[in-house]
């Protein structure tokens, strides 16, 4: 890896525990001090970064974005905008594309244009042994990054939240932030729309259409993925049982729950715990936390 700062791409503009170059990516792993705030810019490059600890508040234009832990924030070539870290310190996974590697994607459709978030599924995973590769960096691992960062652009380009999609430019009713942290909160509750919406003192259809219009997705699908997401961090990080971890992320039993957590991520619990568990490539003393909050149905 390489280790002069003097060197390291511009965007690495936090504490850079390590970085690398690979097949025109650039890989780093940044620690952003608590509060830290950077105006407005604009990155030359595409770049994915994925939260492993803490989080910040996005300012892009007129529109506001909260990019919690474990999210994984795609941002385009020329994408302007300025951050504000939390309280907390704050440390990324980040990659930077090279225009070739846009050109690419474009050509077979994929047109990574738009800023976005994608929080679990299959990109969670995918990221999470990217991460485990630029940790490891052996023989194979350039092989194995070019091939999970490609996989992994194309399931963003897929399935990730734009920025500009409907709703953007439109302030959310100060509610709507309401209702999430409700369902975080209550997350291993049977919560039904009728009573979500009563706490925030808002009729249920609107609640839904506008839940929709701000999260591109319905309250039962954001419920769904936080409790995958919430699943994927206990297999990783935990010897619980599946059982137990179902219960906890609100599943009914085990069986329900394999099913569901096939569907969003493409994984059984027991090949995805198998897959992430930390290993020989953590430092030590340090825990490597990968996998938190999706969106769900």
Known sequence: MHHDPREQPDFFDGRVLRWTRVAGLDLGEIVYPASKERPVHV???????????????????????????????FQPAGHEHSYRATHLHARSFTIELDEAWTTRLREHGIALESPGNVRGGLACWLQALLY?????????????????ALEMAVETGRHGERLDAAGAGKKPPPWLAGVTDLLRDRLA???????????????????????????RCTVGEYVRRLRVGLACRRLTHSSASLSEIALEAGFPDQSHFSRVFKRVTGLTPGVFRAETRPGRETRPGRETRIGREPRVR
């Open 43 to 73: 990155h030359d490059r595409a770049c994915f970064h994925y939260l492993l600890e803490g989080g910040y508040v996005e300012q892009h234009g007129r529109r506001s974005r909260e990019c919690p832990p474990h999210t994984l924030v």
């Open 132 to 148: 485990r590769e630029f940790c490891a960096m052996d023989a194979a691992s350039p092989l194995a990054i070019e091939a999970l």
């Open 189 to 215: 509750e049977p919560l039904s729309l009728a009573s979500i919406a009563r706490a925030m003192d808002v009729h249920p259809v609107h609640l839904a259409r506008v839940f929709r219009r701000h999260h």
